[in-house]
C-alpha cells in the first residue's frame, strides 16, 4: 500500500474544491491523453502536460513536460528540465483557454495520520467576474458547472 505525502486539490472558480488527487510512491502524469492520474481535457493542455514525483527525501517535485504551453507555480513559468520543488499552499495553474486557467493548490498530508497540514483559502480567478466557470470533464460529459453566486450580507 503507498503512502500519500501530499494531495492536488483542483479549484472552480469560486475557490471551492472540485477535485482531489493523491500524490504517493509514483508519478503523478497530468495531462490531455486519456490514461493520465489527471486528465485535463483543453487543447490548451498537452497529452503530456506536466507531472509530480515524489523524491527520495519526501519532497514533491512538479515538472513541466509540455514545449510549447505553461505551467505556472506562484505566477512564475516553470520549465520541465529539473523541476521545482512544492511547498504547501503552492498554487499550480495550467492554461484552459486564451482567458481561462485551471488552479490547483498544493496540500502536505501527515504521514502516520492522513490529515492534511494546510488548509484550501479561496482564491478568485482573474478575469472570472463575467465569464462562466467551466468544468475540465464539461467537455466529456456534455454538462457544464453552475455558476454559485456569492451569499449576500443583509444590512444592519
Known amino acids: 500500500m503507498s503512502s500519500v505525502v501530499a494531495r492536488l486539490v483542483q479549484l472552480t472558480d469560486d475557490g471551492d474544491v472540485a477535485?482531489?488527487?493523491?500524490?504517493?510512491?509514483?508519478?503523478?502524469?497530468?495531462?490531455?491523453?486519456?490514461?493520465?492520474?489527471?486528465?485535463?481535457?483543453?487543447?490548451?493542455?498537452?497529452?503530456k502536460h506536466a507531472t509530480l514525483a515524489v523524491q527520495e527525501g519526501g519532497s514533491v517535485v512538479l515538472k513541466n513536460m509540455s514545449k510549447t504551453n505553461p505551467v505556472v507555480l506562484n505566477g512564475a513559468s516553470i520549465a520541465g528540465a529539473t523541476g521545482v520543488e512544492l511547498n504547501d499552499g503552492d498554487e499550480v495553474v495550467f492554461p484552459s483557454a486564451e482567458s481561462e486557467r485551471i488552479v490547483f493548490k498544493y496540500q502536505l498530508v501527515a504521514a502516520a495520520t492522513g490529515a492534511v497540514l494546510g488548509t484550501v483559502k479561496s482564491i478568485g480567478a482573474a478575469d472570472a467576474k463575467d465569464a462562466a466557470p467551466r468544468s475540465p470533464l464539461g467537455e466529456r460529459n456534455g454538462e457544464g458547472m453552475v455558476a454559485k453566486s456569492p451569499a449576500k450580507k443583509a444590512a444592519t
Open 19 to 47: 477535485r482531489t488527487f493523491d500524490v504517493a510512491d509514483k508519478e503523478l502524469v497530468i495531462g490531455r491523453q486519456n490514461g493520465c492520474d489527471v486528465h485535463l481535457k483543453f487543447a490548451a493542455i498537452s497529452r
